[in-house]
């Protein structure tokens, strides 16, 4: 049998209502699905539960439903996954590709967030994080420098270890990484197609090196394709986000909120489109989806409201 063409998804965090900056990223990740005839996923990644807010998921897969963004299959729960989060990182310990660290804070605030390997070659007892080695020279069979070609943002190159440093995929906590949860889910579930938010642009070379090392890529198993989405600001310019308060989605809304995002997507909605239903909405916006209309590396503020 072969690998479906296109598998997409979308991965809420439930740390809130969608705001309209996520209901653009669930839209684009939907028709870029649905134009291509694959299909679309939606995976809820509760794994850290100290930033989630009780009832968010209930309400974003409502508000998805209620904007006829119709996913396929079952939902997956990351916090039902702890066990293969467990396989993966038993797999890379396996490979002496982790180590402890018990560094706090401060020392990786001083380093500018990018961390210097001190615990590399240290013994650590006691509570501590799990990081993972990124490549220090170009001798290894990974690159020191990585590039990958992002299907918005064009090429987006990153130095592992000057850029990022060995990364945490297990906090001291206990918690799970969201790099390492996100990268074995996106496998597990054959995703071909990643679109979402360039907040994360800087975290795809760290994914792409997890799938490295987790041994997913081969000649057999195409590289996946990514899409980041420019950022929906407000006037100030800053993200729209549950942590700067964006206002939530109107309910009764729908239509005009998609049609909305479509118009910020640069996908031209005619303006007669307004006052249609929103299954005439997704229809046309299905039929005449495209990536190439939306600019790279920008910001755009928000319609007035949001
Ligand atoms: N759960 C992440 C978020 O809500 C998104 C993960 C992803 O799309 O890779 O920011
Ligand atoms: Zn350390």
């Known amino acids: 049998m072969t690998a479906p063409a296109y598998i997409g998804r979308f991965a809420p965090s439930p740390t809130g209502p969608l705001h309209f900056g996520s209901l653009v990223c669930a839209l684009a990740s939907f028709l870029d699905a649905r134009h291509y005839h694959g299909q679309w996923l939606v995976r809820i990644e509760d794994i850290d539960p100290p930033r989630e807010i009780p009832g968010a998921t209930a309400t974003i897969l409502h508000q998805l439903e209620a904007h006829g ?131 994360l642009l800087d975290s795809t070379p760290r994914q792409i090196y997890l799938q490295h090392c987790l041994g997913y890529r081969d000649n057999h198993r195409p590289a996946l394709h990514y899409a980041h989405l420019p950022l929906a600001t407000n006037d100030e310019g800053q993200k729209l986000s549950k942590q700067n308060h964006a206002a939530a989605l109107l309910q009764g809304n729908e239509a005009d909120n998609l049609w909305l995002a479509l118009d910020w997507l640069q996908q031209k909605p005619p303006a007669e489109l307004r006052r249609e239903s929103i299954t005439e909405i997704l229809h046309w916006a299905i039929d005449n989806w495209t990536l190439a209309a939306i600019p790279g590396r920008m910001e755009i503020p928000a319609p007035r409201g949001f």
């Open 69 to 199: 963004l119709l996913w396929d299959g079952e939902l997956l729960y990351q916090s039902q996954r702890m066990d293969a989060y467990a396989a993966a990182l038993e797999q890379l310990q396996s490979t002496g590709l982790l180590f402890n660290c018990d560094c706090n804070r401060q020392r990786i605030a001083e380093l500018g967030g990018i961390y210097d390997g001190h615990c590399r070659q240290r013994v650590v007892s006691g509570e501590s994080a799990l990081r993972l080695r990124v490549p220090y020279s170009d001798d290894g069979d990974y690159p020191l420098s990585s590039r990958f070609n992002d299907l918005i943002m064009g090429c987006y190159q990153q130095n592992l270890r000057t850029d990022v440093g060995d990364f945490v995929v297990r906090r001291r906590d206990g918690l799970i990484s969201y790099q390492l949860a996100v990268t074995v889910d996106d496998q597990f579930q054959g995703i071909t197609h990643i679109v979402r938010g360039a907040d």
